[in-house]
Nanobody, 122 residues
């Protein structure tokens, strides 16, 4: 099993910046896809950004040019630098990891963090 813990959420004024972090813990795991999702009030959850183990990134159109995702494979951490924030970015942000645990059996799983609130308001 892999556990994810997010940090870095908070309240910021429009145009401001926040940096979210996600730390993964567990035993003998390897994270392949490492992603950020968000759920805004009254809306479906959407994938905001993702990064593969070899560093390939994808972004939702709504955040391209403003958000930057990065990961540290050695530390099993994921970050999301969010700039030029707008009220439309207000949401609970979730870290998600697709992982493999290599033991006597190979286990493939998906883990989610508990979420961190981001509020953009003047």
């Amino acid at each position: 099993q892999v556990q994810l813990v997010e940090s870095g959420g908070g309240r910021v004024r429009p145009g401001g910046s926040l940096r979210l972090s996600c730390a993964a813990s567990g035993s003998r795991f390897t994270i392949n896809a490492f992603n950020w999702h968000r759920r805004a009030p009254g809306k479906e959850r959407e994938m905001v950004a993702g990064v593969t183990r070899d560093g390939r990134t994808t972004y939702a159109d709504s955040v391209k040019g403003r958000f930057t995702i990065s990961r540290d494979n050695a530390k099993n951490t994921l970050t999301l630098q969010m700039n030029s924030l707008s009220p439309e970015d207000t949401a609970v942000y979730y870290c998600e990891a697709d992982y493999i645990v290599a033991g006597d059996e190979v286990v493939v799983g998906r883990a989610w963090g508990q979420g961190t609130q981001v509020t953009v308001s003047s």
